[in-house]
């Protein structure tokens, strides 16, 4: 198999990591091998965070290169625009289309660009929810992350059994329920 790259990207605290370890647990339960890399800026203070997933048959460095990514997810409309260099040609992104100021917009030192997701969209293929507001209305707004995977899982090569699995494997115990229901919620929307 083909190496495949995905990038996760978001603010601090928007749940990157955990939605890596279950990409990561799945592509495992897969066969392939699988690289992580985590690059942390200020995460604790709402800085950028993003992850690298590369799998395949044989994956010798966990770094995802510009032009190489099958597939963005973006936690936030400003990460999506600052890494869609990554993706390559014929690259998807999927979108939590909602907005966090980053620290020089809160400020007042810059603007948040307007229209970002009418630019994506100028160049590639963007599924887009704002899962925030979907997330609230299952009743615990922190499990956004898990339908925009679901959203993402859509156009990924895993069965939806899989991914269930593994979510119940990697999540806190209490909250197994609730963040399936996320996901499944998620991967309908990308129907």
Same mark, same amino acid.
């Given at each position: 198999?083909?190496?495949?790259?995905?990038?996760?990207?978001?603010?601090?605290?928007?749940?990157? =990591? #955990?939605?890596?370890?279950?990409?990561?647990?799945?592509?495992?339960?897969?066969?392939?091998?699988?690289?992580?890399?985590?690059?942390?800026?200020?995460?604790?203070?709402?800085?950028?965070?993003?992850? !690298?997933?590369?799998?395949?048959?044989? *994956?010798?460095?966990?770094?995802?290169?510009?032009?190489?990514?099958?597939?963005?997810?973006? !936690?936030?409309?400003?990460?999506?625009?600052?890494?869609?260099? !990554?993706?390559?040609? +014929?690259? *998807?992104? &999927?979108?939590?289309?909602?907005?966090?100021?980053?620290?020089?917009?809160?400020?007042?030192?810059?603007?948040?660009?307007? +229209?970002?997701?009418?630019?994506?969209?100028?160049? %590639?293929?963007?599924?887009?929810?704002?899962?925030?507001?979907?997330?609230?209305? #299952?009743?615990?707004?922190?499990? !956004?992350?898990?339908? $925009?995977?679901?959203?993402?899982?859509? %156009?990924? +090569?895993?069965?939806?059994?899989?991914? =269930?699995?593994?979510?119940?494997?990697? &999540?806190?115990?209490?909250? $197994?329920?609730?963040?399936?229901?996320?996901?499944?919620?998620?991967?309908?929307?990308?129907?």
């Amino acid at each position: 198999m083909e190496t495949k790259n995905i990038m996760i990207v978001g603010v601090g605290g928007q749940g990157t =990591l #955990l939605t890596s370890r279950i990409l990561g647990n799945l592509i495992r339960k897969y066969g392939y091998d699988v690289k992580l890399s985590e690059v942390h800026g200020m995460a604790q203070r709402g800085g950028s965070v993003v992850t !690298f997933v590369r799998y395949g048959d044989k *994956v010798y460095e966990p770094i995802v290169e510009e032009g190489m990514a099958d597939v963005l997810i973006a !936690f936030e409309r400003l990460e999506a625009i600052r890494y869609q260099d !990554f993706l390559k040609d +014929d690259g *998807v992104i &999927v979108l939590n289309d909602v907005r966090i100021d980053p620290m020089p917009v809160v400020i007042g030192a810059c603007e948040y660009p307007k +229209d970002i997701v009418d630019e994506l969209k100028k160049g %590639h293929t963007v599924y887009s929810v704002n899962a925030n507001e979907e997330a609230i209305k #299952l009743g615990n707004s922190r499990v !956004f992350n898990l339908i $925009i995977l679901g959203l993402a899982a859509k %156009h990924l +090569d895993f069965k939806v059994e899989d991914w =269930l699995s593994v979510i119940e494997e990697t &999540v806190p115990p209490k909250t $197994i329920e609730l963040n399936k229901k996320a996901f499944l919620l998620g991967y309908e929307k990308g129907e």
